[in-house]
RNA sequence: GCCUGGGUGGCGGAAUUGGCAUACGCGCAGGACUUAAAAUCCUGUGGUCGCAUAGACCGUGAGGGUCCGAGUCCCUCCUCAGGCACCA
């Protein structure tokens, strides 16, 4: 062992040690001899994201990696039997893409990069478990239970064809990815990508949608559904899901009877009844509806020779402030609008020609452009009215894009007093702006500027039976009456849509369903499982899937019937990959089933779930999903599948951009493990910042914890007890001399003299650490050992020059000086150092730090204790309460703080005797001066002096 | 736009949840050791005014409020980051 650290020296050989050690052999084997699964230690699964096989590892999943290593260590320490697993995301279009692009078979780039990856993973020193056994979801193993998964569903009516808009490229004949769209234009061919129907393959997520739902737990534990996840995602997700609460209005459209649209002229001749007339502030009781007062001549109009219905459109909304409904917008793609366009319905000839053109326009663009709001709002008049059942007024029906068709029915009605975007489209085309809602301070005049519109709350005006009635009270009785009368109904919607995860493309798992000519779409017998997907396709697009290119695979008996089939060429969507890995982790290779269900029930829920923020609203959700399905299915029998979820941040490069290639500014862990070594790559990700923060790489920052690491490094020579020095200082280089100069510290022999403060000290820092450990809190954690040995080496440094001050007087300072110019001081001055902590203590502290630096505790550990069994499997540490034998109490006078009392213990609990003792200190007296003053304490905490 | 989370020294960030603001680290300045540099070690380091290791005042995005006491709680505003389903 020599004095300077130097991690290469050490760390592989550590790595090399504890594999054939056996140090982190995955906890399952054991479990299978086990007679009793529950038996023994308590579980603790600690989970992270399965890395996708992108090729190189990055900094970023050191960052995402590292710091669960270190709770799982410390977990382990503590007693429980951890499970620390791996796998790797192995689907997906990047694999294809990159065949297409670099001329490599998907499968031979994906394995390639798990070999480069593993390989890379494993210098980190972390104690992931399961090497032998990891999980790669694109081997049959695996998707086989994809399939298998999938055709439960399918059984359960949960997977179902249907049709949903996709990016489509009309050259290419195929449906592309978000990523694979470059300014509106496909990536390879530059065509002008369109949205159109594709048939595909859904899941029913919505059926879930209430179980999917975070409830707040009414003890206000800040849990909910019995777990603790973040905030964000429970927030993020509910909204998502979207759950709302309204109703659905039929519009009936009207024409003339000869079909002819131009009729305004006709309605506008007739007599409407005035409505909105104030009827007082008299409160209506909502019981008692005023069933006549509305007798508005619609119906009688209805009746007119010269007028028919044509149609109805059915509107959804939750806050129906129908007395100021002016008009109604139809998304483009709504059926009545292709019924115009179809010329079912005859629409006046100009308005038919700028409707072909802004329903092509709107085509083109993508959802995500068209819900970018705030721009100038679009539309065109259908030339039809439909009749407000409220105020018998005949209203314009216009399409614009800003109402899109997946949301409600596709339809709504605008009331441009009380929503800003109706307001918006309203002034831009002169349709009326009537209010019906006060404002905040009771405003009732017109509505002219944005400001005066009125989203919520306010009081009903103009609105007959309505007025004087608070906003919410009269929507809910305006639900009421439309559904008395049979104008509308209570509807609960949702913004959820199920989910679409078929995908017309090679690298994912087959669907496994069969479509034969006689029988329509077949399931693949549970039996024919995997359906494997074959190495030879052509899987550049060509107007099919490439599945579809190899006809031999495609070309099946039909299970049923025997007749000639073909099999399915889609694949799944890879989020269906990461649904439910964590249970294949349980046991990998079980072949009765997705996975082993004795040992899912001992090792799940999973206790901690690591992973990245973006992962949010896709990928929890539907591990969350998975999880409720596989309980109706028997297979578990909890409803969330992790404990507590924790999202970290992102490693930023050095520039404070996200790292890539093409800036330049991309840190390669390899590179900084060379540098400084595993411990310190470790330790730098944990003390940059928070988990959950985002921020830059530092090359300076990480010195700092270099350098932390070589003073314990140095500090532990100390107890170097196997009396090498004894011999001389050959381990020393001579041109080393900054150990030299270290060697004060490192004395041929030691006694103890256990100093209680710094004791006292350690035993703070263990109870921080294990608390920062818990709360996932590691950069404080490493703070509060920092100043430890910043403690640790000012007690030595004072130790040491009490020492010398009384043997040499003076000439210490000479004598030190002298003593860095020799190569053996130590034999010279024959001093014999004392040691504020024992070796048990310094082993407590070494205990600690092991989560974090493991490489260099154990070195430490075995070599300079000359301990036989790892560090690692030793057990964590615990503090111990000592009572500190003073306390500093500061004194403040008007909350200023004047002076700092360091009090006896015993004497906090007693006001007087503190508060005397702050009226002798001269800077507090200063302030009282006799005045009056009342005195606040608050025990061992803060005294207060408050003079009036 | 909506939602979520932030704004504290030159920088990354602490602060037992209302009790000494700026822990720990970086950087910087000075010193020791070196022919020199690197490395290492020591000292200092929020601002303003002081001969100052005397002291005073000001300081946690802005403004107001509650309180003996506010980075922390309340109100109004400014501002930044992330998310908003065929992306791993």
Known sequence: MTIKYQPKEFEAKWREKWKTEGLYGTPLRSLNQRATLGAGKKKFYTLVELPYTSGDLHVGHWFSFTIPDILARFKRMSGFNVFYPIGYDAFGLPAENAAIKHNIHPKDWTLKNVEVMTKQFQTMGTMLNNWEDVVVTCFPEYYRWNQWIFLKMYERGLAYRGKALSNWCPSCQTVLANENIEMGKCWRCGTEVVQK????????????????????????SGNANGVDWPKQVQVGQNNWIGKKEGINITYKVISNKDGSPEILSQLNSLSFRTLGQSKSDKKVNRKSFPQDQLKHPVSKNLGSPSIKVIDEITCFTTTPVNFGATFLVL????????????SKI????????KIIKYVEHSNKMTEEQRKIAEKDKTGVFTSFYAINHVTGKPIPIWISDFVLMNVGTGAVQGCPGHDYRDFEFAKKFGIPIPRVVTGPNGEKGPIEKKEDVVEHGGVMVNSDFLNGIPFSEAMQMTMDYFKEKGWGKRVVTYHLRDWSISRQRYWGTPVPMINCPNCGIVSVPEKDLPVELPYVVDFMPKGKPPLATNEKWMNVKCPNCGAKAKRDPETLDTFFDSAWYWYRYVSPHYSNGPFDKLRVNHLTPVDVYFGGSEHTLGHTMYARFFTKFFRDLGLVDYEEFALKRIQHGVVLGPDGNRMSKSKGNVINPDDVVAEYGTDTVRMYLCFMMPYEATGPWSDKTIQGVHRFLNRVWRM????????????????????????????????????????KQLIAKLNKTIQKVTNDIEKIKMNTAIAAMMEFINAWEEIM?????????????????????EKTHTSSPLNKTGIQTQLPLTISHAKDFLKILSPFAPHMTEEIWRNVFGEKESIHLSEWPKAKELVTETVTIPVQVNGKVRDLLIVNSELLIDEKKVT???????????????KKYKIIYVKGKILNLVVS
Not at 207 to 220: C, E, F, I, S, V
Not at 331 to 342: D, M, S
């Open 346 to 353: 005859k629409s006046d000839k100009t308005n038919f020609e």
């Open 331 to 342: 998304a483009p793609e709504h059926p009545f609008v292709k019924k115009i366009l179809t």
């Open 716 to 755: 532990f020579q100390i107890y170097q007890i196997n009396q090498k020095t004894e011999n001389g200082s050959q381990n020393i280089r001579k041109s080393d001399k900054s150990d030299i100069q270290f060697s004060r510290f490192h004395p041929p022999s030691s006694s103890f003299s256990e100093n």
């Open 197 to 220: 129907e594709v048939e595909q393959w859904f899941l029913r997520i919505t059926k879930y949608a209430d179980r999917l739902l975070w409830a707040r737990n009414p003890q206000g």
């Open 797 to 817: 440094q004072k130790l040491e020059g009490k020492r010398l001050r009384s043997q040499f007087g003076e000439e210490v300072k000479n004598e030190v000086k």
């Open 916 to 930: 005397d003792l702050a009226l002798k200190s001269e800077k507090v007296k200063k302030y009282l001066e006799g």
